[in-house]
């Protein structure tokens, strides 16, 4: 791609470039703490464009040869991002929270109970821990939920109370909008709803912060309304790949849990929590075609479930952490299609009251919706 070009970028294909291609930075200890491994958006960096904030890859491999450059403050403490060394405007880091710097009761970091995703997102792994995660043969292959908690940055169990603790102060402190709590699936048919019922009420009990919970289907459909109850207000369901093969090859463990069974309990938490306020996680770029994907998208969308699809990062410490991310013209031909799809069915991310559409930092699939007329 030509520099001229490259300056022409529309938002939407810039932010799904940064995303394809993650930045290298002149100091990347500035800002917002980015994380090594871990659940979520690990080895990324929160970075503000055009009013729109979006989750970098930084310390993935790709990043290191990426053609994106984000530079150091000015004097008045303006920064500028470039790209094969030609300008491409102002961006900024959110700051480092302020709740950071607190300790529970109990004497643990905040940081460790929860940490900033995008903007004014609390997110937290209520467990650190999986059943597969310890078995290469049924563990998801991109997953480095382990990573983090063996380097001590976080604690395996959150409990009710610290999280509630942590949630009131990051909504005094820092202006949380929104949280999401996700668990690595426990031994036990509820897949961890059960822990994420009792996180969310103790949390909804403290302050009043729309929560979103994931976890994998559970056993009984009756969760949906005991999680509803307890204050959750959207849930996810994350599939991560849309076909079989993939699936088998991706996520051994997590694959045997048949897409029968994730589109039942989509069926029967969409009348519980309303159309938009269920949704999926889709991860391109892991073998799925786009028409795969998009044709997945078309069904879920038919039901009220939310595709949130994102790129393919590599996290370090896991088996694909040298597998490519996927081309921003492979995204771009998803994330068009996908974003009229969610605008003609009234079921955009701004419509979504909690949780990873909502925030939209890991894709450029918001800002591709806000391009299309409703």
Partial sequence: MSQ???????????????QSFGARMTDPTAGAASRLGGAGPSDHKAITIDGVTIMVPVHTQPAAASPYLVGSPDAHGARRISRNGVDMGAISLPARPRFYDLTTADGIQY????????A??????????????????????????GESLAAGRTIERKTPAQLAEVAKAAVELDGVKHMVMTTGTPPGKDRGAAILAE???????????????????????????????????????????????????????????????????????????????????ILAGLGDTAEAILDMAARLVAIGVYPFVVPFVPVSGTPLAGHPSPAPDFMHGILGPLARMLVQAGMTAETVKAGCAKCGACSALSTYERRIPA
Avoid at 111 to 118: E, R
Wanted: charged share 20%; net charge neutral.
């Fill in 4 to 18: 001229t070009m490259t300056r022409s970028l529309p938002t939407a294909q810039l932010l799904n470039e940064l």
């Fill in 111 to 118: 940081s460790k109970i929860a940490v900033l995703h995008g």
């Fill in 120 to 145: 004014d997102v609390l997110a937290t792994t209520v467990l650190q821990s999986c059943v597969r995660y310890q078995s290469r043969e049924k563990t998801c292959q991109f997953c480095a939920i």
């Fill in 199 to 281: 996180s969310a009420a103790a949390v909804k009990a403290a302050v009043d912060l729309p929560i979103q919970a994931q976890c994998e289907p559970p056993d009984d459909d009756a969760w949906f309304g005991r999680l509803k109850e307890s204050g959750v207000d959207a849930l996810g369901m994350h599939l991560e790949a849309v076909t079989p093969e993939v699936r088998a090859r991706i996520m051994p463990g997590k694959a045997q849990v048949p897409l029968e069974r994730y589109f039942s309990a989509f069926e029967a938490a969409v009348p519980v929590f309303g159309r938009g306020q269920v949704s999926t996680y």
